[in-house]
């Protein structure tokens, strides 16, 4: 039961990134709505990390607090820095952005880790309700 709620989470999660994303291009909100790229990166690191423990749980039936917390950041961690070398290849930002660059890609990497720290508190909290 916990698998089917993980990987619906991260699902609709991903859907509602979609759709957030193609608003943000047809209304150019990445331009000027300030923290709407911080909101995306929260979202998409809940999604990661729902995904992680779903995928975690592949060969498990249970996982423990730590495992939880592990799977779940390592996946963010991972996918994170793909998705900034991703921007990188893509001239999307790049190195002679000078401190923006710093500060940007540093925020978009911190937003990742607490949505996907938002994953691990919602399935503990989801494992104690139904197992407690």
Not at 83 to 90: D, K, P, S
Not at 104 to 128: E, H, K, N, P, W
Request: glycine letters at 8%; aromatic letters at 12%; proline letters at 1%.
């Amino acid at each position: 039961m916990i698998r089917q709620k993980l990987i619906l989470l991260a699902l609709a999660l991903v859907l509602i990134v979609g759709g957030l994303h193609l608003l943000a291009i047809d209304l150019h909100l990445y331009w000027t709505v300030k923290y709407f790229d911080s909101l995306l990166h929260f979202l998409s690191g809940g999604a990661v990390g729902f995904a992680g423990i779903w995928f975690a749980l592949t060969n498990k039936n249970t996982l423990t607090p730590k495992e939880i917390l592990a799977y779940a950041l390592w996946s963010i961690v991972i996918v994170g820095i793909l998705w900034e070398i991703f921007e990188l290849m893509g001239n999307i930002t790049s190195f002679s952005d000078g401190m923006y660059y710093i500060t940007d890609t540093t925020s978009d990497l911190v937003m990742d880790i607490l949505g996907s720290l938002m994953a691990v508190i919602y399935t503990r909290q989801f494992i104690i309700k139904n197992n407690g």
